[in-house]
């Protein structure tokens, strides 16, 4: 199913809200293309479930499903902020968005963004937002956002330790490789005196 311009192609994938059946049609294996996502157990994948479907409209977690693979190959959210300014205004924040790999180019993510988009639009909000790494910026752009402003963040989690310990390790591999190195030349040049003074070169 590698990315072709078809629009037959294009037609046959609906977006839609998750279902709780999604767990077993890899909705985390995509999550895993976007970021770190550990394995969910069915029972935490519920709770979060119905925890979100109590929101209602309030914050959708929308799919496209492959239904010739029965697999999950598109999907990204959209939550409202309810403020107190802009007469009580709301901003539809998306999140979350990720194509499968092997589905790219089929305006499957142009599909989830405009899906979200007008449903905020619906739910009245002012504005609709979303974070995206520059690479992305073009995408968005196509999507009709514009860039605003930069981000700022704090995690409370460590996110980097795993890449920290690597680049320990490949630090340490190295002054080891040239100390190694430093060694065994010192050693040969002292050799060479050894042999020189003993007349034996
Ligand atoms: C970014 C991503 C969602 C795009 O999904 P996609 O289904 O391949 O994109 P579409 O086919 O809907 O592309 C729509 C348009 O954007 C363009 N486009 C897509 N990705 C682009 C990129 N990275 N840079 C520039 N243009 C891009 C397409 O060429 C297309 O242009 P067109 O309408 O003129 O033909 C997908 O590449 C992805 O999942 N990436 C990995 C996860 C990720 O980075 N998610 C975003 C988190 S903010």
Same mark, same amino acid.
């Given at each position: ?44 994948? @519920? ?34 902020? @309810? ?58 752009? @196509? ?59």
């Amino acid at each position: 199913m590698r990315a072709s311009n078809s629009s037959s192609e294009e037609q046959k994938f609906q977006v839609r809200k998750l279902q709780i059946s999604d767990k077993n049609k890899g909705f985390i294996q995509l999550l895993r293309q976007l970021t770190v996502c550990d394995s969910v157990s069915d029972k935490d994948f @519920k709770d979060r479930f119905w925890e979100l479907s109590a929101l209602g409209d309030d914050h959708i977690i929308s799919v496209v499903e492959d239904e010739s693979s029965g697999k999950i190959i598109a999907t990204g959210s959209i939550f409202m902020e @309810k403020k107190f300014l802009r007469n009580c205004g709301k901003v539809g924040h998306i999140e979350d968005i990720v194509v499968d790999s092997n589905a790219r180019g089929l305006k499957l993510g142009k599909k989830i963004i405009a899906f979200l988009t007008e449903h905020a639009r619906l739910m009245g909000c002012y504005k609709v937002i979303l974070d995206c790494s520059l690479e992305n910026k073009a995408f968005y752009e @196509k999507c009709g956002f514009k860039q605003k402003d930069i981000q700022m963040i704090k995690y409370f989690i460590a996110v980097l330790p795993c890449i920290c310990v690597a680049v320990d390790v490949c630090v340490c591999a190295c002054i080891f490789l040239f100390l190694f190195k430093l060694i065994r030349l010192v050693g040969i040049v002292g050799l060479g005196h050894g042999l020189d003074g003993a007349g034996l070169k």
